[in-house]
């Protein structure tokens, strides 16, 4: 009867959280979408800013979000990948990995903005790139590495070892195993980790304040070298820089409501090429 009750209580608290979790989730999204949705409409996706961002549309932010956020998890998503691998399958156990593993934990604990100033000493000081996409793509690669590289850990960790035992066994080589049994395995979880790096990369504005992000363009970049509008950036400018504050929050939501459901797009598509992967090797 004590441990019915005791799990009546664990499931009811459990049930609590999620319940508050969403409701606040709900809150959000429906508070977004009442305010952004007034002003969207076909010109404002496709034009440029015009009357010093007071009217016309924001198609240049969205673009420059879309190529910061993929060409960041293009840049981390094999580095994460190749390091995890090492880390889980070659690496011997020693002192020194030991405090690899930490340090790519304690790094994914640091603030964005800190990975900003990097980006700017780096890569747009020393490298040269200036202030530009790849910098900025770069930069974002970097702040979201840990969090990919410890996804993959996990996942890599999480297959079996009779699975590489058996095609060790069959007489495939070590990368051979890696890369036909332990991989395919281990892609759902990996996903993961770069779906939930999507969803922070796309939301940044710290690392591109510093590196890729300009407060105003009358097109679109036109090479990786060029400076770039993006959403995040662009909502604070208004709500902080604005000279028109009626207009410029109006439109301020409706970036906003724009920038969520490119994070929600993007997501999407990674969840269901996962579980087409998963399905795959089931």
Not at 14 to 36: D, E, K, Q
Not at 84 to 94: D, F, N, V
Not at 132 to 148: D, H, N
Request: proline share 5%; with cysteine; aromatic share 10%.
């Amino acid at each position: 009867m004590r441990k019915q009750v005791t799990q009546n209580l664990g499931f009811g608290l459990l049930f609590l959280c999620i319940t508050t979790a969403l409701f606040f989730l709900g809150t959000i999204i429906y508070f977004i979408t009442v305010r952004g949705v007034r002003i969207l409409s076909w010109d404002f996706l496709t034009e440029v800013p015009k009357e010093a961002m007071t009217a016309g549309g924001v198609a240049p932010a969205i673009m420059g979000t879309f190529y910061l956020t993929v060409g960041s998890i293009i840049i981390a998503l094999p580095l994460g990948v190749a390091c995890a691998i090492y880390l889980t399958e070659y690496s011997p156990r020693s002192f020194v990995v030991n405090i690899i593993r930490m340090s790519i934990n304690n790094l994914a604990g640091v603030p964005s903005v800190v990975f900003g100033l990097f980006g700017l000493a780096v890569f747009v000081k020393l490298f040269g790139f200036g202030v530009s996409v790849f910098s900025g793509c770069c930069t974002l690669g970097i702040l979201v590495l840990p969090q990919i590289i410890s996804a993959a850990q996990e996942a890599l960790l999480a297959v079996p070892q009779s699975y590489r035992e058996a095609s060790l066994a069959l007489g495939a080589t070590h990368w051979q195993t890696i890369r036909s049994t332990v991989l395919p395995t281990a892609l759902p979880g990996i996903m993961t980790g770069a779906i939930l790096s999507i969803g922070r990369v796309a939301g940044e504005t710290a690392p591109i304040l510093f590196t890729a992000a300009t407060f105003y363009m009358r097109g679109f970049p036109k090479s990786i070298f060029s400076e770039v509008m993006a959403l995040p950036y662009h909502i604070y400018a208004l709500m902080t820089e604005g000279t028109h504050p009626e207009q410029q929050t109006q439109i301020a939501y409706g970036c906003a409501l724009i920038l969520l459901f490119l994070v929600l797009s993007i997501s999407a598509a990674a969840i269901i090429l996962r579980q087409r992967q998963r399905k795959g090797y089931e």
